[in-house]
């Protein structure tokens, strides 16, 4: 059964093709041989992908594997793939406060229809503004702040439907 | 000399002072909300002070507790380090009536400097060039009436505010008005004062700013230059010294002003005099900072000389006999900060956990952090996570060994910048020094992260999943009969 990556906002399939004589790994239908030499004394480690070498830095914590490859990060999202299977495809209708914040402006309303990147809030966190643009088309489903109210980090803020057909 | 300074601040820069007043062989003491009971700045003072507050950032506010604190460590004098209490001249007063040594500036040039509007009729006074502005005196009608005469574009801010809150620039008169009761409001909420005030918005403009100290009688220096122009959200991100593309002459006189000004306030201890630069060489009086800067570092790279003791030693009593000619300029200094934010995402702030760390290190680099691994990033503080600073013979040199040091840089469990300040050095303009406040914006599309191509992406993902245990297991630890089904279906 494969494995669900998410970079970027895009799921992938993982899963493992062969073994030997080089672990071989299947992404996304295409195949590549991995060989993993052991991490060195600061935990640096070079990866050789179809015998293309790479440094390697990782740390996991929950269901996010932070990487840095060669001179750029990267954040991945993990999930095994009996609980990317139990999940439907609600993604991206939801939309949640990465952090605790207050509401500065609300510029959607409720059924309105909005188009991808419209802005739909305002809000301030960290000292930042921050405007929350539509990740999609779609009809306000529903709205859960209020100008001037305050949120917690994880807090559904607003959600949106598809538009109908 | 000072015996015990008690430290009004957190992070960076409060293991940054901690740093001199030990090599100085003065003890220092901390202060922490519980939220940072495990900080670093905690842990490298002599003393540290719990302060109680429901929210953070409120503790390293209260001027009573901070005060109850110094009392109860012994300590003689206050350092507040930047932002918080820092230009707050009622805590600068209230420090001074407890019998304790302010480090920093006299609170009423502290409150003079505080106020854009007043500080603006200062310069003037000193005959320091300043934008032509406009100030709100009655109503909000009036302003826009008085703004709109000024001619467009404008830039409207906060009177009493900083740090880019409330600011924005209008370019036609049709939208001046909606944006003239938004900036107020803004002002009201932020610093509770609702006054704004607008002025001539210079199209790519430089920031220069100009590190001044002085002994308070009148006797003022300069250590040059910084350019701070490569900033995002108003923030700066990068700083240098000396400005690229600077004509001497032209230093010279933005030096002088910064002098004039602060030796007409009788200005005590460091303090930094921001100018805007207009491609036409004619500059403005921004504001001065009654404190000590983010960048400080930059300065102290170039003339070789410790900021912090320099501010030490003048409130210690000692007399500050450092003359112009006694200061000079070597070699280049860059100053990045690295922010807890996502570029990709109109420079969000993140938050996260320090997982893992690897502070560059070698010759000409210094990193001044507060980070240690297992630390939590939040949202109760500001996003800035530490400051890397390279010096070298020229700008070339430091530029590269900026971007070794940013390769060096390992920082993983929160999104940061670092990446993003390596593509700004390795960019064509920036290298050849063709800087405005504008930069990121111009640069946007050659600044953002490159696409993965398809190779890329895999690699990326094949480094993250063996970073599972699970895929880990898949991997290498199945039973032979599985392995070889693998082996064959290849």
């Given at each position: 059964m494969p494995s669900i990556l998410t970079l970027d906002g895009a799921p992938a399939e993982l899963d493992v093709t062969a073994r030997r004589p080089l672990l071989t790994l299947q992404v996304d239908g295409q195949a590549y041989t991995v060989e993993e030499l052991p991490a060195d004394e600061d935990g640096a480690r070079t990866l050789l992908i179809n015998g293309v070498p790479y440094t390697v830095w990782r740390t996991r914590e929950g269901d996010r594997v932070h990487v840095k490859l060669d001179d750029a990060y990267y954040s991945v999202g993990y999930q095994e793939a009996v609980v990317a299977a139990a999940q439907g495809g609600n993604a991206g209708n939801e939309i949640r406060a990465d952090m605790p914040g207050?509401?500065?402006?609300?510029?959607?309303?409720?059924?309105?229809?909005?188009?991808?990147?419209?802005?739909?809030?305002?809000?301030?966190?960290?000292?930042?503004?921050?405007?929350?643009?539509?990740?999609?088309?779609?009809?306000?489903?529903?709205l859960h702040v209020e100008r001037n109210g305050s949120f917690q980090k994880g807090a559904l803020l607003l959600s949106l439907r598809a538009l109908a057909e | 000399m000072l015996k015990n300074v008690l430290i009004a601040n957190r992070g960076e820069i409060a293991c940054r002072i901690i740093r001199t007043l030990r090599r100085l062989g003065i003890q220092s003491t901390a202060v922490y909300h519980f939220a940072d009971r495990g900080a670093p700045h905690v842990a490298a003072a002599d003393y540290a002070v719990e302060?109680?507050?429901?929210?953070?950032?409120?503790?390293?506010?209260?001027?009573?507790?901070l005060l109850a604190a110094a009392r109860s460590a012994g300590a003689d004098a206050i350092h507040p380090g930047y932002g918080f209490l820092a230009e707050n001249a009622g805590f600068a007063a209230a420090v001074e009536d407890a019998g304790l040594v302010f480090i920093g500036p006299q609170p009423e040039v502290i409150r003079l400097m505080g106020d854009k509007i007043i500080s603006r009729e200062f310069a003037v006074a000193q005959g320091v060039p300043v934008a032509p502005s406009c100030k709100q005196e009655g109503s909000l009608e009036d302003f826009v009436a008085g703004a709109t005469a000024i001619g467009f574009p404008l830039l409207i801010k906060a009177a009493?505010?900083?740090?880019?809150?409330?600011?924005?620039?209008?370019?036609?008169?049709?939208?001046?008005?909606?944006?003239?009761?938004t900036a107020s409001s803004e002002a009201l909420r932020y610093f509770?004062?609702?006054?704004?005030?607008?002025?001539?918005?210079?199209?790519?403009?430089?920031?220069?700013?100009?590190?001044?100290?002085?002994?308070g009688q009148g006797h003022v220096v300069h250590l040059f230059e910084r350019e701070c122009s490569v900033q995002r959200r108003f923030q700066k991100i990068i700083e240098e010294s000396p400005a690229p593309n600077l004509p001497a002459a032209l230093r010279d006189r933005i030096c002088t002003a910064?002098?004039?000004?602060?030796?007409?306030?009788?200005y005590r201890n460091a303090g930094t005099v921001e100018f805007i630069l207009a491609p036409d060489g004619a500059f403005y009086f921004l504001e001065m900072n009654t404190r000590l800067q983010v960048e400080h570092p930059v300065t102290e790279c170039v003339t070789g000389l410790d900021l912090v003791e320099l501010q030490l030693r003048l409130a210690g009593g000692e007399p500050f006999s450092l003359a112009q000619s006694d200061i000079t300029q070597t070699g280049h200094a860059f100053e990045c900060r690295l922010c807890a934010e996502q570029p990709e995402h109109d420079f969000r702030p993140a938050t996260g956990r320090v997982m893992r760390l690897r502070e560059p290190a070698g010759e000409g680099l210094r990193f001044d952090g507060g980070l240690r691994e297992g630390l939590a990033i939040t949202a109760a503080f500001d996003s800035m996570l530490a400051k890397l600073i390279a010096h070298g013979g020229d700008r070339q040199e430091s530029a590269a060994r900026m971007r070794d040091a940013l390769q060096e840089l390992?920082?993983?469990?929160?999104?940061?910048?670092?990446?993003?300040?390596?593509?700004?050095?390795?960019?064509?303009?920036?290298?050849?020094?063709?800087?405005h406040t504008g930069f990121v914006v111009e640069h946007a599309a050659a600044l953002a992260a490159p696409t993965l191509d398809p190779t890329q992406r895999a690699a990326v993902l094949i480094a993250a999943v063996l970073g599972t245990d699970e895929f880990q297991r898949l991997a290498y630890d199945c039973p032979e009969p599985h392995a070889s089904i693998g082996h064959w279906r290849n």
């Open positions: 207050m509401v500065v402006e609300v510029m959607a309303s409720l059924e309105a229809e909005v188009n991808a990147g419209d802005a739909l809030l305002v809000i301030e966190s960290m000292k930042m503004q921050i405007t929350i643009a539509a990740p999609r088309a779609g009809v306000v489903e529903s | 302060l109680t507050a429901e929210v953070p950032t409120a503790a390293y506010l209260d001027v009573a507790q009493a505010g900083g740090g880019g809150k409330g600011m924005s620039i209008v370019r036609s008169a049709d939208e001046l008005p909606a944006r003239a009761a509770a004062d609702g006054r704004v005030y607008a002025e001539r918005y210079v199209e790519r403009p430089r920031h220069i700013e100009v590190q001044v100290f002085g002994d910064a002098v004039q000004l602060a030796a007409a306030a009788n390992v920082l993983l469990g929160v999104d940061h910048n670092a990446d993003y300040l390596g593509r700004i050095f390795a960019h064509r303009a920036f290298l050849a020094g063709q800087l």
